[in-house]
């Protein structure tokens, strides 16, 4: 790509400059860092946060965002009784000590999400934590852990050393973890890779789909500058059919493979990684390929990629089916964040996290005069969470004009009408003085999305500006932006071309301009949305019993008094250990397990269950009871067998009461004992 001019906006609106490339390319970077550090950006190895006022919050209002700590890549979401589990790498010891595990969060549209812990935690094999891959539902059980088991094909360092991991050098392998309970907990088959490594340096963030014409499931590899293919017919042996080398974008992640109709009624295939184009003149996103695939290689229409965003940080993008229309449409999401300055964020300071990721698209293949591309719009189900909407109607822009409007978290749309213009676009998150704002707009040939001006995370001041194609015969555009308190987010027209970028402005610069230079520009249907606050509660694990004890304030009575957890590992289970009334080997014993009193603050308690099926109310119970004001106000049994299962309880009805868990075991015969794990208060 050759350097474009850019609006700085230093003055007046309409004032241009036009540096060369390495300009362009290097920036201020000593006057980006002393503003970075004013706006209380953290640098790579942040210390813990200290407790922020709301005042000073820079969480993304209707974004999604990591309770706490850290986040990287989204993994695939799946579709599981009726919501979409989304899983990401989360860091709890971010700050302290490298390594991810699988969080999990819930969300019916896609839009409004709802934590759920963590899913699959490090540590707990010889492999350490784990890295990118993919969750598929096993509805043939092909791999026999069960019809609809959740079954993830996971990057992990095989048996790496301790250098390794601080380093995370070890040799990288795939390796198989499987939930029972609906995906909501994982456990890891064995710490022996289904896909060794095989003396690459780069084996990564494995992307599974099934493949139904062939009866067998296809698994794509990030090898370098390479996709390798592999398939298998359980997920657990796998055979290498062939190789895509694209040498022209350096190291590819995050591989994805799949097939879509487009408008004109073509079905055709599609292949995505995530690469750094940067250097080249392309995006650090995620490029794709249409073509075809046999089963064995992909085949692209071109080799050249296009790009899903030009943005600088939409990173380890994913797309997963709308189950409404599988074939004719997607949704995807990106990591709002880049490998080139990931911890230079006020988030971390201000609100003890780190992660944010872009509103979730809705995507569909269409073609165009030049082929065939991907389109995205945000997720029409985003303006089911709108609180409010400004319009503005029409306004002409001769120049600049303030909008009266002033917010930090909001979407903007446009439609944008002129004859003969140099450059258009709207100012965000303009300071008092006029001074700080980032722009999105268009110049001649190219629409760009410019944050040089304001909270640049990029403290080498390289990455500033985003170019995508425009088409210079046109004189009409359709401007739809998102912008949050720390993202911005840019659609042009159909969402062909879509520029994403971190931004950390001051939290009180908010004020919007409009404006123009070289001509006059009509700005109609001007409207201002502004969404709820989606922020999730994290989820709340009452006990996962892995101590030495039941856990602080619970109580025994009767036969239980002076047990604690037992080392077991169930079908099912979580962790190294579990609550079993079975004491002292046989089921003679009877009493209670009670834990402390909790308030109930979230919709859901979800627990896993096993043991004698005696119901409450029986002679002889076996019964895991939520109790209000002392009375049982839920209860469950087991099913006589040792295999845990979940049980979820929906809590709308006693919101804000005071509730205590009992686990009471009043048998003594067959199956006369009740086992239990992993409770979790959730969304």
Same mark, same amino acid.
């Given at each position: 790509?050759?350097?474009?001019?850019?609006?700085?906006?230093?003055?007046?609106?309409?004032?241009?400059?036009?540096?060369?490339?390495?300009?362009?390319?290097?920036?201020?970077?000593?006057?980006?860092?002393?503003?970075?550090?004013?706006?209380?950006?953290?640098?790579?190895?942040?210390?813990?946060?200290?407790?922020?006022?709301?005042?000073?919050?820079?969480?993304?209002?209707?974004?999604?965002?990591?309770?706490?700590?850290?986040?990287?890549?989204?993994?695939?979401?799946?579709?599981?009784?009726?919501?979409?589990?989304?899983?990401?790498?989360?860091?709890?010891?971010?700050?302290?000590?490298?390594?991810?595990?699988?969080?999990?969060?819930?969300?019916?549209?896609?839009?409004?999400?709802?934590?759920?812990?963590?899913?699959?935690?490090?540590?707990?094999?010889?492999?350490?934590?784990?890295?990118?891959?993919?969750?598929?539902?096993?509805?043939?059980?092909?791999?026999?852990?069960?019809?609809?088991?959740?079954?993830?094909?996971?990057?992990?360092?095989?048996?790496?050393?301790?250098?390794?991991?601080?380093?995370?050098?070890?040799?990288?392998?795939?390796?198989?973890?499987?939930?029972?309970?609906?995906?909501?907990?994982?456990?890891?088959?064995?710490?022996?890779?289904?896909?060794?490594?095989?003396?690459?340096?780069?084996?990564?963030?494995?992307?599974?789909?099934?493949?139904?014409?062939?009866?067998?499931?296809?698994?794509?590899?990030?090898?370098?500058?390479?996709?390798?293919?592999?398939?298998?017919?359980?997920?657990?042996?796998?055979?290498?059919?062939?190789?895509?080398?694209?040498?022209?974008?350096?190291?590819?992640?995050?591989?994805?493979?799949?097939?879509?109709?487009?408008?004109?009624?073509?079905?055709?295939?599609?292949?995505?990684?995530?690469?750094?184009?940067?250097?080249?003149?392309?995006?650090?996103?995620?490029?794709?390929?249409?073509?075809?695939?046999?089963?064995?290689?992909?085949?692209?229409?071109?080799?050249?990629?296009?790009?899903?965003?030009?943005?600088?940080?939409?990173?380890?993008?994913?797309?997963?089916?709308?189950?409404?229309?599988?074939?004719?449409?997607?949704?995807?999401?990106?990591?709002?964040?880049?490998?080139?300055?990931?911890?230079?964020?006020?988030?971390?300071?201000?609100?003890?996290?780190?992660?944010?990721?872009?509103?979730?698209?809705?995507?569909?293949?269409?073609?165009?005069?030049?082929?065939?591309?991907?389109?995205?719009?945000?997720?029409?189900?985003?303006?089911?969470?709108?609180?409010?909407?400004?319009?503005?109607?029409?306004?002409?822009?001769?120049?600049?004009?303030?909008?009266?409007?002033?917010?930090?978290?909001?979407?903007?749309?446009?439609?944008?009408?002129?004859?003969?213009?140099?450059?258009?676009?709207?100012?965000?998150?303009?300071?008092?003085?006029?001074?700080?704002?980032?722009?999105?707009?268009?110049?001649?040939?190219?629409?760009?999305?410019?944050?040089?001006?304001?909270?640049?995370?990029?403290?080498?001041?390289?990455?500033?500006?985003?170019?995508?194609?425009?088409?210079?015969?046109?004189?009409?555009?359709?401007?739809?932006?998102?912008?949050?308190?720390?993202?911005?987010?840019?659609?042009?027209?159909?969402?062909?071309?879509?520029?994403?970028?971190?931004?950390?402005?001051?939290?009180?610069?908010?004020?919007?301009? !409009?404006? +123009?230079?070289? /001509?006059?520009?009509?700005? *109609?249907?001007? &409207? %201002? @949305?502004?969404? #709820?606050?989606?922020?999730? $509660?994290?989820?709340?694990?009452?006990?996962?019993?892995?101590?030495?004890?039941?856990?602080?304030?619970?109580?025994?009575?009767?036969?239980?008094?002076?047990?604690?957890?037992?080392?077991?590992?169930?079908?099912?289970?979580?962790?190294?250990?579990? !609550?079993? +009334?079975?004491? /002292?080997?046989?089921?003679? *014993?009877?009493? &209670? %397990? @009670?834990?402390? #009193?909790?308030?109930?603050? $979230?919709?859901?308690?979800?627990?896993?269950?096993?043991?004698?099926?005696?119901?409450?109310?029986?002679?002889?119970?076996?019964?895991?009871?939520?109790?209000?004001?002392?009375?049982?106000?839920?209860?469950?049994?087991?099913?006589?067998?040792?295999? !845990?299962?979940?049980?979820?309880?929906?809590?709308?009805?006693?919101?804000?009461?005071?509730?205590?868990?009992?686990?009471?075991?009043?048998?003594?015969?067959?199956?006369?004992?009740?086992?239990?794990?992993?409770?979790?208060?959730?969304?």
């Amino acid at each position: 790509m050759t350097s474009r001019p850019s609006l700085h906006g230093a003055g007046a609106a309409g004032t241009l400059r036009r540096p060369g490339k390495a300009r362009l390319r290097l920036g201020l970077a000593a006057l980006l860092g002393l503003a970075l550090t004013a706006l209380g950006v953290v640098a790579p190895g942040p210390a813990a946060p200290a407790p922020a006022l709301a005042a000073d919050s820079y969480r993304d209002v209707y974004h999604f965002t990591v309770p706490d700590h850290w986040k990287n890549d989204p993994q695939r979401p799946v579709y599981v009784d009726g919501a979409f589990h989304y899983y990401y790498l989360y860091n709890a010891d971010y700050g302290q000590a490298v390594g991810t595990a699988w969080r999990l969060a819930t969300t019916g549209d896609n839009v409004a999400f709802h934590d759920q812990g963590v899913a699959a935690p490090k540590k707990t094999n010889a492999n350490y934590d784990l890295w990118s891959g993919s969750a598929v539902v096993d509805t043939g059980n092909t791999a026999g852990f069960g019809a609809g088991a959740i079954v993830v094909l996971v990057t992990q360092m095989d048996h790496p050393t301790p250098a390794q991991i601080a380093d995370a050098s070890g040799p990288q392998a795939q390796f198989l973890w499987y939930s029972t309970d609906g995906g909501r907990n994982f456990r890891p088959y064995g710490d022996t890779p289904v896909l060794p490594n095989g003396g690459r340096k780069d084996f990564r963030d494995p992307k599974v789909l099934w493949d139904a014409p062939r009866h067998r499931w296809v698994a794509l590899l990030a090898e370098g500058s390479a996709i390798g293919f592999f398939t298998s017919p359980d997920l657990k042996t796998w055979t290498w059919v062939s190789d895509y080398a694209n040498g022209s974008l350096g190291t590819l992640e995050c591989p994805d493979l799949f097939r879509i109709r487009a408008d004109d009624g073509t079905v055709h295939w599609v292949m995505g990684a995530s690469a750094n184009g940067y250097l080249t003149g392309d995006p650090n996103t995620y490029a794709y390929w249409t073509g075809t695939f046999d089963g064995t290689s992909f085949t692209p229409d071109t080799g050249a990629p296009q790009w899903l965003d030009h943005g600088l940080d939409w990173y380890a993008g994913v797309t997963w089916e709308d189950p409404a229309a599988p074939l004719d449409r997607r949704f995807a999401m990106g990591w709002m964040n880049n490998w080139s300055y990931p911890h230079t964020t006020p988030t971390w300071a201000a609100d003890g996290f780190n992660g944010t990721d872009s509103i979730t698209r809705r995507i569909t293949l269409k073609h165009y005069d030049d082929g065939y591309a991907l389109a995205s719009e945000p997720v029409p189900a985003l303006a089911q969470h709108a609180t409010g909407v400004t319009a503005l109607g029409t306004i002409q822009v001769d120049g600049q004009v303030r909008l009266g409007y002033h917010g930090t978290a909001y979407q903007l749309d446009a439609d944008v009408g002129w004859s003969t213009i140099d450059n258009l676009g709207v100012q965000l998150r303009v300071s008092a003085d006029g001074s700080r704002h980032a722009d999105a707009g268009i110049f001649h040939d190219v629409s760009y999305l410019n944050r040089r001006q304001t909270g640049n995370p990029d403290p080498s001041g390289a990455r500033e500006e985003s170019h995508a194609p425009y088409d210079p015969a046109k004189t009409h555009a359709h401007l739809r932006i998102l912008v949050d308190r720390t993202t911005i987010e840019y659609f042009v027209d159909d969402g062909r071309y879509v520029h994403s970028a971190e931004a950390f402005p001051d939290p009180a610069d908010d004020g919007v301009n !409009l404006f +123009t230079s070289g /001509g006059a520009a009509t700005f *109609a249907n001007v &409207t %201002v @949305t502004e969404f #709820a606050d989606l922020a999730q $509660r994290p989820a709340d694990v009452l006990a996962d019993f892995e101590g030495t004890t039941y856990g602080t304030g619970w109580t025994a009575t009767g036969g239980l008094t002076g047990t604690g957890p037992t080392a077991e590992s169930l079908p099912g289970s979580v962790g190294s250990a579990v !609550l079993d +009334t079975f004491a /002292g080997g046989s089921d003679a *014993a009877t009493g &209670t %397990v @009670t834990s402390p #009193a909790f308030t109930v603050d $979230r919709r859901s308690l979800h627990l896993l269950i096993a043991g004698g099926n005696h119901p409450l109310g029986r002679p002889g119970a076996t019964s895991v009871n939520l109790l209000v004001d002392g009375q049982p106000v839920r209860t469950a049994t087991g099913d006589d067998s040792g295999s !845990l299962r979940p049980v979820t309880w929906d809590l709308a009805d006693l919101q804000g009461r005071s509730a205590q868990l009992q686990v009471l075991d009043d048998a003594t015969g067959s199956w006369g004992h009740l086992i239990l794990d992993q409770v979790t208060l959730s969304d």
